[in-house]
């Protein structure tokens, strides 16, 4: 389901007013990117994004600006209302309709003859009757036309063309991005009326290449420079075997942190626990780290903590991890990990320094979610399926259009509230109550207090289904995490196991432009490069995910990622499996490709393929959100284990099975 026009409206007078935030104070701007309707100039599939501050990709491999940087070299030009004017780049043709509001004419040249015949059309029919839009190379200007009074390059040259200097009238201005093909200066050059030309760096900017006579030359796939698979193929360690491969040198480099963080770009794929599994394993046996903390429920994951440091068995009567999502931790590789820790640890004489295992989640998030859409169910269906849009959002980027219409359908839930919270409360208590049974020194009255505030706070929060929401989980589970690592001690070390997104700096990402920040980001900025952020991707194959939240557990097929993505570009390297390291200098080519942004996928505990561009993907800049990123090209659908009878021939204390 499309935004309807009215929230098309709203979501633009909010980019608008961000934008005379950031500032832009030119007011003709300002009502120039007000009156543009940015959603006409995208993919329709795209048009629920249009009024986030981001570029989007369009035909042809190429880009449609972020709307601040339009509005910002819209403003530098110093157009008036008789100004004419000459861009490059016309693309979408969008930043062209921006300045036709604040000039008299302005033309327009772009290289693919497809988008320019397209621009050409959408901005007819859209009246835009001052812009005219020539097919040709930009970098020899639109000589038939000048001179101009202002110059727009929409596109990153090695320097300014020739051309368009001639092209420029005195008192005219230019406005460009010059350097090489990741990250280039914002260039603005005046002429003075004496003809002398004077030359202004404005500021970093990322733009898709110029390409044509005095800009980069053309090559196929048209990037300048080396192709970046090719470059990718360089410089990453390929991997052959999870269980056996050669991970010393990633090893190497993580043994340094404090806190190594270990992603996954879905929750349901066997590869992905299997290779944490394995660089844990490398860091609890040889460099020390004696904390495993994971996106988990507190309660949950404490059983397991139980059985592989050989306490006391739990005498609570639940049983642990049997709510939706099942699967996440319930699950063969999970099992065989716990396994393996517990072994470790009955080598370890001294209790104390056993390695533990717990969840950094909101205090049982998952369980207290379940709660709430049964009791729903129970008194208001419509309300159920309410939340159970809204605890999709637990997990990343659910950005199904269609969510939105329906999350609107919200009073009813919000007369539910003082019941369902009361149910929560409940359940808290109950569950605080069994741990102190169980001698859980972590949680004493006051943690306790605040456990169940908290989770009240969170949920009333999640009925606005708003960022807050998001930023108080991961808060949340970052204090958990440091509060861990101090009751270890000052030299204690901790592995993270949780989503990409969770991990992964969200600054670098679109959710950072939301104003989210997530664990990742927290623990850089506490622990500089004493955090190692590690996300792990893949192209295609299968993974357990639901289609709705409570909904059943399902392996569904992943499908090829998207050409425009990240993961496009690993998958061309046509690597089967690869460490990337982003951090190191000695690969400051890729890190500079990858600095730009890109699609990137997330597969949470919903997976719906068939809206899979609107729900799971978003922007981000891969080298600045990870340290180092683990690539499988193909991979598989995680194993579940069965729904809680005992496993032959596991003791009692099996967590699992009790
Ligand atoms: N202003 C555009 C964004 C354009 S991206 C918008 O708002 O949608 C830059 C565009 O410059 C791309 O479409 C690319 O094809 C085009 N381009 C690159 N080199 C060019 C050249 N030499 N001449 C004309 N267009 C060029």
């Given at each position: 389901m499309k935004p309807s026009p009215t929230e098309f409206t709203d979501r633009r007078q909010a980019l608008v007013s961000g934008l005379a935030l950031r500032g832009i104070e030119d007011a003709a701007v300002r009502r120039a990117m007000l009156e543009v309707p940015r959603h006409r100039f995208l993919p329709e599939a795209l048009s629920e994004f249009a009024y986030r501050d981001v570029p989007l990709p369009i035909d042809e491999g190429q880009t449609i600006s972020q709307p601040y940087i339009v509005a910002w070299m819209t403003q530098a030009a110093a157009l008036k209302s008789s100004s004419r004017v000459l861009e490059v780049g016309t693309g979408s043709g969008y930043a062209a309709a921006v300045a036709s509001r604040v000039a008299g004419t302005v033309y327009s040249v772009e290289r693919h003859r497809m988008l320019a015949e397209s621009a050409r059309a959408r901005l007819a029919e859209l009246g835009y009757s001052n812009v005219h839009v020539l097919r040709g190379d930009?970098?020899?200007?639109?000589?038939?036309?000048?001179?101009?009074d202002a110059i727009l390059v929409a596109a990153g040259g090695p320097s300014v063309p020739e051309a368009l200097l001639e092209q420029l009238a005195p008192g005219g201005t230019l406005v460009m991005p010059v350097g090489p093909a990741d990250t280039q200066v914002l260039i603005r050059l005046r002429r003075a009326k004496d003809g002398t030309l004077e030359r202004e760096e404005m500021g970093d900017v990322r733009f898709v290449p110029l390409v044509g006579e005095a800009g980069w030359k053309p090559r196929a796939g048209g990037l300048?420079?080396?192709?970046l698979p090719g470059l990718l193929r360089e410089s990453v360690e390929p991997l052959d075997s999870i269980e056996t491969g050669d991970l010393r040198q990633l090893v190497g480099r993580l043994a340094r942190a404090r806190v190594v963080l270990l992603g996954e770009a879905t929750h349901g794929t066997s590869e992905f626990y299997r290779m944490r599994t394995r660089i844990t394993r490398e860091l609890v046996e040889?460099?020390?780290?004696g904390i495993v903390a994971v996106e988990a429920d507190w309660p949950d994951a404490a059983r397991i903590d139980r059985y592989v440091r050989h306490l006391k068995p739990s005498s609570s009567p639940w049983k642990p991890f049997t709510r939706f999502p099942t699967w996440m931790w319930r699950n063969e590789e999970v099992r065989a990990f716990a396994e393996w820790l517990r072994r470790h640890n009955a080598e370890v004489h001294d209790p104390a320094r056993r390695v533990s295992f717990s969840g950094l989640d909101l205090y049982s998030l998952f369980a207290s979610a379940d709660v709430v859409v049964r009791y729903l169910d129970t008194v208001d269906p419509e309300a159920a399926r309410v939340a159970r849009e809204r605890y999709g959002n637990l997990t990343p980027w659910q950005s199904d259009p269609a969510t939105y219409g329906r999350a609107v359908v919200s009073g009813r839930f919000q007369s539910c509230e003082p019941e369902v919270v009361k149910v929560l409360v409940d359940l808290l208590e109950q569950r605080l109550a069994y741990a102190s049974r169980d001698g859980e020194r972590f949680f004493d009255a006051t943690q306790n207090a605040r456990v169940v505030a908290n989770a009240e706070r969170y949920y009333r929060v999640m009925y606005q289904g708003n960022v807050a929401s998001w930023n108080l989980r991961d808060q949340h589970m970052f204090d958990t995490l440091s509060t861990l690592l101090a009751f270890r001690g000052p030299s204690s070390k901790a592995v993270v196991w949780a989503h990409n997104s969770h991990l992964g700096d969200a600054s670098a990402t679109e959710m950072g432009t939301h104003g989210e920040h997530n664990v990742g980001q927290l623990c850089r900025r506490a622990l500089g490069t004493e955090a190692y952020l590690v996300g792990l991707g893949t192209d295609h194959g299968t993974v357990v995910a639901a289609t709705d939240w409570g909904g059943p557990m399902q392996v569904k097929q992943v499908r090829?990622?998207?050409?425009?993505s990240i993961e496009a570009v690993c998958h061309q390297t046509g690597l089967p499996a690869f460490v990337l390291p982003l951090r190191d200098s000695r690969h400051e080519a890729v890190r500079d490709e990858l600095a730009a942004p890109r699609l990137e996928r997330a597969i949470g505990v919903i997976y719906r393929p068939e809206t899979e561009l609107l729900s799971h993907y978003f922007q981000a800049s891969l080298a600045n959100q990870f340290d180092a990123w683990v690539w499988f090209d193909e991979t598989s659908a995680l194993h579940p284990l069965g729904g809680g009878a005992t496993e032959p021939g596991l003791p009692d204390t099996y967590p699992f099975g009790v």
């Open positions: 930009g970098t020899r200007g639109w000589p038939d036309h000048a001179p101009y300048p420079g080396r192709g040889r460099h020390g780290f090829p990622a998207d050409p425009r």
